[in-house]
């Protein structure tokens, strides 16, 4: 079924990509399966990694780096710009690729593929401008020079939400510094990180520079990742529990760390906010990949004085969200990931129900067999219930209403999380204060998108450490070396 979707099926491939060589299961024994969260059905079997294949894809990586580093930035940008030109014009059979195996609607993935292509083509036109500096020296006959180098192998380790976008991020600016990067995406999306170094091949991309480990055992992959001298780096995007896990195994070696971890967004609505801006900013904040985004609102505080109507415009604009199949017409709201996620959301709504919370909107699994849920409603919300302290990840939106913007932003800023946050407002004085007082890495004013290639994403507290994207997302793959020269 897949395959007849696309126009290149060779895009898809059974195999991983292992030190330059894609091996399928027969090579290396054990396999998995890959479903359609939409229908369940088996799209893909892959062969299942072990530590010997990371191991060896570190070995390959560490080799394919000297040379991919003496490349000059152009030539490395040259092959970035050929893989983003190819990413373009495969983004149908990318997208579908995506919403056979993640579940999102065909239009959100296509959104997805061109946003992780817009980090490829930034990336390699930013790694052409890694200036170095030189200081006036300390004493007479000595001159400072600072160099900046890539920080040598990579390892990568990427979550199910945005199966090409947060590796693409990864990546790109990875490969344009002059790092080689080794990969494990997750065990639910590997197709797309698969399709992604597909076309990196096609593009010109030395071997062993990227390889892609696809595996079930993640602790496994992520202790080689974690204890291999030859890894300088391991990115992550992932929960914050096992955030913390890589960051105690990674601390044995020093190891440097990029890690985009959970969120907790709070979203606020001020009495003299443009109350349809804030709904359709609450719309995509909340609802988009079905409220499966480390950035979505999780928690949406509304002014006493706009409560009801800010309440009423959303559940008009919420009803009218159609559930479904990805790959049907006009559908917005995909099926969640898997089974747990659904029971996580069920959860969450029993528990703000059973503390005096009601349900304005849905509040139920979706009316057809599978992963679907209803688009849900929650009014009446306290700080007590869980879906004020824990990330929900699908698509419900707790209202919880607010006097003043003391209390808003004392409210906001208790949690342990600290990675997006987004508020409405007109009021000039009010826009600075609040924008300062948000202890978050990133604040949307006025808007619910905040994500693109030339900011820096990234978070606070317990919700991560560096960032992606801009020039502060190409800093964190190099490394700072100080010459100090004496002359005669
Ligand atoms: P999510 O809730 O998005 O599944 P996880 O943090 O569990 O968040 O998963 C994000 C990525 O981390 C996935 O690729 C997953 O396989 C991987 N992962 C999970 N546990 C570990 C671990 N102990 N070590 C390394 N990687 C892990």
């Not at 990196?200 to 974690?226: C, H, N, Q, Y």
């Not at 559908?331 to 059973?354: F, R, Y």
Request: with cysteine; hydrophobic share 45%.
């Amino acid at each position: 079924a897949l395959l007849a979707r696309l126009k290149d099926p060779s895009l898809v491939t059974d195999k991983a990509l292992i030190a330059g060589e894609w091996l399928s299961a027969a090579d290396g024994g054990k396999s998995f399966d890959i479903t359609n969260p939409s229908t369940g059905d088996v799209i893909a079997t892959l062969p299942d990694m072990g530590r010997a294949e990371a191991a060896r894809a570190v070995d390959a990586a560490y080799k394919a780096q000297k040379d991919w580093a003496k490349k000059t930035a152009k030539d490395r940008a040259a092959i970035l710009r050929r893989l983003y030109d190819l990413m373009l014009a495969n983004a149908d059979d990318l997208a579908a690729i995506l919403t056979m195996e993640m579940g999102k609607p065909l239009a959100e993935a296509r959104g997805e593929i061109l946003y992780g292509a817009s980090y490829v083509e930034w990336f390699g036109e930013e790694a052409k401008r890694v200036y170095g500096d030189t200081i006036p020296g300390h004493q007479q006959d000595k001159r400072i020079i600072v160099l900046k180098q890539p920080v040598g192998v990579v390892a990568a380790i990427t979550p199910w939400n945005f199966p090409n976008a947060m590796l693409a991020r990864k990546f790109a600016p990875a490969v344009a510094a002059g790092c080689a990067v080794v990969s494990k995406p997750a065990a639910e999306t590997p197709l797309s990180a698969l399709s992604l170094a597909l076309l990196a091949e096609r593009a010109g991309l030395p071997s062993g520079v990227f390889s892609v480990v696809t595996s079930t055992d993640s602790s496994s992959i992520g202790k080689e990742f974690t204890e291999n001298a030859k890894v300088r780096k391991l990115t992550f995007t992932g929960s914050t529990g096992v955030g913390k896990i890589l960051m105690r195994q990674g601390a044995e070696q020093i190891m440097k760390l990029g890690l985009e971890l959970g969120g907790n967004a709070p979203f606020i609505v001020f009495d003299d906010a443009d109350l349809d801006a804030a709904v359709e900013g609450a719309m995509v904040s909340k609802y988009r990949n079905n409220g499966q985004t480390c950035v979505c609102a999780n928690r949406l505080y509304v002014q006493a004085g706009v409560y009801d109507v800010f309440a009423e415009k959303l559940a008009a604009k919420v009803a009218a969200l159609k559930v479904g199949d990805g790959f049907e017409d006009g559908v917005n709201a995909g099926p969640l990931i898997t089974q747990k996620a659904v029971e996580k959301v069920e959860e969450h709504i029993a528990d703000a129900l059973s503390k005096g919370a009601s349900i304005m909107l849905g509040g139920k699994p979706a009316d057809r067999a599978g992963l679907f849920f209803q688009p849900t409603i929650l009014t009446g919300v306290t700080s007590d219930m869980k879906v004020a302290r824990e990330e929900t990840f699908g698509p419900v939106a707790p209202l919880f209403k607010f006097e003043s913007e003391e209390e808003v932003i004392e409210m906001a800023n208790n949690t342990e999380f600290g990675l997006a946050s987004y508020f409405y407002a007109k009021d000039l004085s009010k826009v600075f204060r609040v924008a300062e007082a948000l202890e978050y890495g990133m604040v949307g004013i006025n808007t619910g998108l905040i994500s693109n290639e030339t900011a820096p994403f990234g978070g606070i507290k317990q919700s991560g450490q560096g960032r992606e994207g801009s020039k502060y997302g190409l800093e964190d793959y190099l490394e700072i070396k100080y010459l100090c020269l004496s002359i005669e």
